[in-house]
């Protein structure tokens, strides 16, 4: 039923970890994305995937690694992590990708790094 | 450059009472324009969009309407009920930019009753 899902739904780590957080989509959808959701609930757009192409890379440290093995999946590895990465990261998915598609965003993973 | 200016929160209202949370942007072209409401705990959610100027979204009796001329895109509700205490977000995407969404910083609502 769930149309955005991802996992883990928490995850507290140590600094200088590697962890991977999953996220698959059953719409059908063919871009996928990538939010950071800051303390202050600020949201910003880190990756997007069009059919498992890179589409848009913000200026996002080369820690943090999406992989696409298909257009329903869309994952985000973050190499040797931070305390300033902790944060909630929504992944998000849309029909395509026109500035009109309505993006549908699964619940979140708070990522908490100690 | 590209943003979104959001009135800061918390807003704090009686239940029934009248909503405005501000909205303006800054964007080239005819960007679509977005409100996402975020409930605690939990991921965002589309509320209501408009994708061409002087387009009026709705939905669960929100309203905004896309006003080119002060580039803006004021959520209201005529009569705020206690389930609606969330945390709103404006935000719009431009033609090719990868449907990337530009969001403004959240104000949070808390009804009362």
């Known amino acids: 039923d769930t149309a955005v899902s991802q996992t883990p739904k928490y995850l507290v780590t140590q600094m200088g970890n590697d962890k991977s957080i999953k996220c698959e989509q059953n719409?059908?959808?063919?871009?996928m994305y990538w939010y950071k959701q800051d303390s202050k609930k600020f949201l910003k757009i880190m990756f997007s995937y069009n059919n498992k192409e890179l589409i848009i890379n913000e200026t996002v440290p080369n820690r943090f690694s999406p992989k696409s093995p298909d257009k329903a999946h869309l994952n985000l590895h973050i190499n040797s992590l931070e305390l300033g990465d902790s944060a909630v990261y929504f992944c998000?998915?849309?029909?395509?990708?026109?500035?009109?598609?309505?993006?549908?965003f699964g619940p979140g993973t708070r990522l908490l790094v100690l | 450059g590209d943003s979104v200016t959001q009135m800061e929160g918390p807003v704090t209202l009686s239940e029934e009472a009248f909503l405005t949370i501000n909205c303006t942007y800054t964007?080239?072209?005819?960007?679509?324009l977005f409100w996402y409401v975020q409930y605690p705990g939990e991921g965002l959610q589309l509320l209501l969009k408009?994708?061409?100027?002087?387009d009026k979204g709705s939905n669960k009796g929100f309203e905004a309407t896309y006003r080119k001329e002060t580039t803006s895109f004021h959520l209201e509700k005529g009569s705020v009920q206690v389930s609606d205490s969330a945390v709103y977000f404006c935000?719009?995407?431009?033609?090719?930019?990868?449907?990337?969404?530009?969001f403004g910083t959240g104000t949070q609502l808390k009804v009362e009753l």
């Open positions: 935000a719009w995407a431009s033609t090719g930019g990868g449907n990337k969404l530009t």
């Open positions: 998000a998915s849309s029909r395509g990708q026109g500035a009109v598609e309505t993006q549908y």
């Open positions: 719409l059908g959808h063919d871009t």
């Open positions: 408009a994708t061409k100027a002087d």
């Open positions: 964007a080239t072209g005819y960007p679509s």
